[in-house]
């Protein structure tokens, strides 16, 4: 298969925001924020204020504003109680939006398993129609070789000469042929009954598959929708995190400035305010750095080990290696589970039954790679998926990539990504119990197994 170059984000108008970018970093950090907010939305209570999921605005006091309310008592008081409403709401509006994406990322899971059960119900209907049309039209046929040897014999039978006047190409108007020789068929009566009832079977089968197909693609929808759903609830969240970020620090060293009976002046507090700017920029290039130099060491580890041998299943591998073919490794390691059914599996609070997938087994923060050319289609928190990552490759083929590490991303909701591109780091997130990679093939929105989709595409996991 041959694939053109990639169509980046800014030559089709589709790129993210940088809010939407950064929105989709590192949704995990949502989680960890709450804690820090529970005093301040306990505090709401005696404030008076509302907690609701809304998109929440407000405006934000100024330092000028400080420096006034600090020279009168009664304002000072004023805005002091604004101060806090403003601290409390933020908190309140980053709860509110992570409770509603995790509950929606719920609903998704819990959509895509049910359109999948109601896929496998109906392809299930339709492989027991097609045995009973089979079983119909060979049981007609056999029929029809005994109205052949009563021919040849020269039974003196009107019937036969109408039975071989015409041809019949289905069961139904074999039987319908068939039907009109009373002897044939009181001397083969079990034989004629059971071609009928197969027969009969069939209709009955194909129409339950029918109705089967319905549901299945009624509930394709139903999960499509849920997946938009936790999707913009996921960017809603980081949004409102973002908010909280960019202001809470200064609302409240405002408020501690207000609240101050020394002598510090409000420049102190707003150089305060700076220097831990610098500080958190400061501690986020240092996370950056780990986390490189941790993907690093475990890329360099799991190559070490990639020719060794694996009780679990499948030999081990170096991540974004080209196969033969036409897509890459995504990670390195080995497979430890393989696709089908399996007992139910919890970690981290989260319970799911059944394995849509393929583990690899490999060490955390090791390199997440796009097996081809894609683009993003769902970057966020997908219940036992953990964090999670879905690619679209334009032929009816998506990816999954599940239990990414907290702060694993990197690429964004929407975003096209080339074969082979990083685009996370393999953590121990959702329902896992240990660092690993959970990799997903869907073809026609079903989880398929995706050794022999590997394997076709040139990537040996064996």
């Given at each position: 298969?041959?694939?053109?170059?990639?169509?980046?984000?800014?030559?089709?108008?589709?790129?993210?925001?940088?809010?939407?970018?950064?929105?989709?970093?590192?949704?995990?950090?949502?989680?960890?924020?709450?804690?820090?907010?529970?005093?301040?939305?306990?505090?709401?209570?005696?404030?008076?204020?509302?907690?609701?999921?809304?998109?929440?605005?407000?405006?934000?006091?100024?330092?000028?504003?400080?420096?006034?309310?600090?020279?009168?008592?009664?304002?000072?008081?004023?805005?002091?109680?604004?101060?806090?409403?403003?601290?409390?709401?933020?908190?309140?509006?980053?709860?509110?939006?992570?409770?509603?994406?995790?509950?929606?990322?719920?609903?998704?899971?819990?959509?895509?398993?049910?359109?999948?059960?109601?896929?496998?119900?109906?392809?299930?209907?339709?492989?027991?129609?097609?045995?009973?049309?089979?079983?119909?039209?060979?049981?007609?046929?056999?029929?029809?070789?005994?109205?052949?040897?009563?021919?040849?014999?020269?039974?003196?039978?009107?019937?036969?000469?109408?039975?071989?006047?015409?041809?019949?190409?289905?069961?139904?108007?074999?039987?319908?042929?068939?039907?009109?020789?009373?002897?044939?068929?009181?001397?083969?009566?079990?034989?004629?009954?059971?071609?009928?009832?197969?027969?009969?079977?069939?209709?009955?089968?194909?129409?339950?598959?029918?109705?089967?197909?319905?549901?299945?693609?009624?509930?394709?929808?139903?999960?499509?929708?849920?997946?938009?759903?936790?999707?913009?609830?996921?960017?809603?969240?980081?949004?409102?995190?973002?908010?909280?970020?960019?202001?809470?620090?200064?609302?409240?060293?405002?408020?501690?400035?207000?609240?101050?009976?020394?002598?510090?002046?409000?420049?102190?507090?707003?150089?305060?305010?700076?220097?831990?700017?610098?500080?958190?920029?400061?501690?986020?290039?240092?996370?950056?750095?780990?986390?490189?130099?941790?993907?690093?060491?475990?890329?360099?580890?799991?190559?070490?080990?990639?020719?060794?041998?694996?009780?679990?299943?499948?030999?081990?591998?170096?991540?974004?290696?080209?196969?033969?073919?036409d897509w890459v490794r995504p990670t390195s390691g080995y497979i430890s589970s393989w696709f089908g059914n399996r007992g139910t599996i919890c970690?981290?609070?989260?319970?799911?039954?059944?394995?849509?997938?393929?583990?690899?087994?490999?060490?955390?923060?090791?390199?997440?790679?796009?097996?081809?050319?894609?683009?993003?289609?769902?970057?966020?928190?997908?219940?036992?998926?953990?964090?999670?990552?879905?690619?679209?490759?334009?032929?009816?083929?998506?990816?999954?990539?599940?239990?990414?590490?907290?702060?694993?991303?990197?690429?964004?909701?929407?975003?096209?990504?080339?074969?082979?591109?990083?685009?996370?780091?393999?953590?121990?997130?959702?329902?896992?119990?240990?660092?690993?990679?959970?990799?997903?093939?869907?073809?026609?929105?079903?989880?398929?197994?995706?050794?022999?989709?590997?394997?076709?595409?040139?990537?040996?996991?064996?």
């Open positions: 298969m041959e694939h053109d170059e990639p169509v980046l984000p800014s030559d089709c108008g589709c790129a993210p925001t940088p809010r939407e970018h950064r929105a989709l970093q590192g949704p995990v950090s949502r989680r960890m924020a709450l804690g820090l907010g529970g005093v301040g939305i306990l505090s709401l209570g005696a404030l008076g204020l509302a907690i609701a999921p809304t998109a929440f605005a407000a405006d934000y006091p100024s330092w000028d504003d400080v420096q006034r309310a600090k020279n009168d008592e009664a304002a000072k008081a004023t805005e002091v109680a604004r101060i806090q409403g403003l601290i409390a709401s933020l908190q309140a509006d980053v709860a509110a939006k992570q409770a509603e994406a995790d509950r929606l990322a719920g609903e998704y899971l819990a959509a895509q398993e049910a359109f999948e059960a109601a896929a496998d119900n109906a392809a299930s209907l339709q492989a027991q129609a097609d045995a009973e049309a089979e079983r119909a039209q060979a049981t007609a046929e056999k029929l029809g070789r005994l109205a052949a040897q009563q021919y040849r014999a020269g039974a003196d039978d009107a019937a036969l000469e109408l039975f071989f006047s015409g041809s019949a190409a289905s069961a139904d108007d074999l039987l319908a042929k068939l039907g009109t020789m009373d002897r044939l068929v009181e001397a083969n009566r079990g034989v004629y009954a059971d071609a009928v009832s197969a027969r009969d079977n069939a209709t009955n089968l194909y129409n339950q598959a029918q109705v089967a197909r319905d549901e299945r693609d009624r509930l394709q929808k139903e999960a499509e929708q849920k997946m938009v759903a936790a999707q913009d609830a996921a960017v809603a969240a980081q949004a409102a995190l973002d908010a909280q970020t960019e202001n809470l620090g200064t609302l409240q060293a405002q408020l501690a400035a207000l609240q101050d009976t020394t002598t510090k002046t409000i420049a102190d507090y707003q150089a305060g305010v700076e220097a831990a700017r610098k500080a958190e920029e400061a501690r986020k290039a240092a996370e950056a750095e780990a986390r490189r130099k941790a993907a690093e060491d475990a890329a360099a580890a799991a190559a070490a080990s990639s020719g060794g041998s694996r009780s679990a299943g499948g030999g081990g591998g170096t991540g974004g290696e080209a196969g033969t073919g970690g981290n609070g989260v319970c799911v039954t059944g394995h849509r997938g393929i583990d690899f087994a490999t060490a955390c923060w090791s390199p997440i790679y796009a097996v081809t050319f894609g683009r993003v289609v769902y970057a966020a928190w997908g219940e036992g998926w953990g964090n999670y990552i879905k690619v679209d490759h334009g032929d009816g083929t998506i990816t999954g990539y599940a239990h990414i590490a907290n702060g694993g991303y990197n690429v964004s909701y929407g975003q096209s990504v080339s074969r082979g591109q990083l685009i996370a780091y393999v953590g121990n997130t959702g329902a896992s119990t240990g660092c690993h990679l959970h990799f997903e093939v869907y073809e026609g929105g079903v989880r398929v197994d995706p050794a022999p989709v590997l394997l076709q595409h040139g990537v040996n996991v064996y």
